[in-house]
Structure formats: C-alpha cells, structure tokens
T-cell receptor, first 114, second 113 residues
C-alpha cells in the first residue's frame, strides 16, 4: 500500500524567503505525482503534475522535482508571498496496489508572514 | 476550477437518516472520485467511477454507495448516516489520460448529530 509522508507538517517564514517542501512515498512504481494547495474551507487546487519520466516541472515561482527511484519529490517556492499561505499536499498516482488512483499526504501548512 | 459543483455545500442530519451528496461536472471527464477529509487522516478515497455505471470501492467504502447514470453526475449515498461519517466530502474528476491532472470541487461539509 502506497504511503505518503510530508515534512515539515507546518512551516512559518517571513515574506521573501525561498522555501522547500518535502514529500516521500514508499512505492516508486508511480505514473506521476501532483502537488496541490488547499486554502481553508476550500477544495484542492492542482499546482503541478510531474510525469514519471520527468525530473521537474515549473510554473511561475513554483518548481517541483521528482526522484522516482528514491521515492521523493520536492516543491520549491521562490520569493514567498503572504498569498502563498495555504496547505500544500502531494499525491503520487499509481503504485503496484493503487492502479491509477492518487494517495495523499497529510500536507504541509505554510504561513508566510508580511 | 474544472467546472465541478457539489451540492449541498453544508448539511446537518440525524443519525440513521439517508443522505445523498451530488457532484456535477461540465468537463466531460471520464473519471470521478469521492474523498473524505478528516484531521489526522488526510484525504481518503471512498469510491470512484471510471465511466457511466462503472464504479469501484476505495479504501473507506463501508457505509457508502455511489451511482453514476450520466457522465456528468456522480452521487454519493450514506444509507444510514452515523456520527463517524461527519466529515468534509470532496468530489474530484480527471480526464482519460493517465497523466490528466485531478481537479476538485469545493466540498460538502456534513455533520451527523
């Protein structure tokens, strides 16, 4: 069974800092990995999807990397802003017992202070 | 968002009553999913559908049933609600490709008293 761990569980930084969120997963036989953000009381918004054949994906100030063989992904946020405050979740898709379904970590709660 | 509407947004019901949550999508996505989100457990898959009338169980399916009679609608039914089913329920959809991203609705907050 795929298990996903996200470290740290919570992070508080001053505005302008570059930061890294970590995600590890136990089953490396994945099709892809998605990063999401969730604002309080809202659904999840897809940020980036990295296919298993890719090493990284970029969208604006966000960069996600994937090391499939070691079961790790990182989300890099450059020049953080208060509007980046949210919970960030990673979700690998696939694995030997998961088919194409996603398994979610519990997330990293990010607070960016002005 | 990918045109996903969940209804109702909030519901309070009593133990033992039936409850149906609705998910409606306008993207013609093949796959649809129901998740529940609870503190300490994260998001857990209840049921999913891979086409009209094609559904399968997720990891926490006991006490829930689903139906998909049209591409755009996926219904989640609690036959006899229990307090342990108090949660936030999310519907999600994605296209047919393995690398299609998953899109979420805004959730339904269900309280069972």
């Amino acid at each position: 069974k795929q298990e996903v761990t996200q470290i740290p569980a919570a992070l508080s930084v001053p505005e302008g800092e570059n930061l890294v969120l970590n995600c590890s997963f136990t089953d490396s036989a994945i099709y892809n990995l998605q990063w999401f953000r969730q604002d309080p009381g809202k659904g999840l918004t897809s940020l980036l999807l990295i296919q298993s054949s890719q090493r990284e994906q970029t969208s604006g100030r966000l960069n996600a990397s994937l090391d499939k063989s070691s079961g790790r992904s990182t989300l890099y946020i450059a020049a953080s802003q208060p509007g980046d405050s949210a919970t960030y979740l990673c979700a690998p898709s696939g694995g030997e017992t998961s088919g194409s379904r996603l398994t979610f970590g519990e997330g990293t709660q990010l607070t960016v202070n002005p | 968002d990918a045109g996903i509407t969940q209804s109702p947004r909030h519901k309070v019901t009593e133990t033992g009553t039936p409850v149906t949550l609705r998910c409606h999508q306008t993207e013609n996505h093949r796959y649809m999913y129901w998740y529940r989100q609870d503190p300490g457990h994260g998001l857990r898959l209840i049921h999913y559908s891979y086409g009209v009338k094609d559904t399968d169980k997720g990891e926490v399916s006991d006490g829930y049933s689903v139906s998909r009679s049209k591409t755009e609608d996926f219904l989640l039914t609690l036959e006899s609600a229990t307090s342990s089913q108090t949660s936030v329920y999310f519907c999600a959809t994605r296209g047919s490709s393995t690398n299609s991203p998953l899109h979420f609705g805004n959730g339904t907050r269900l309280t069972v008293t």
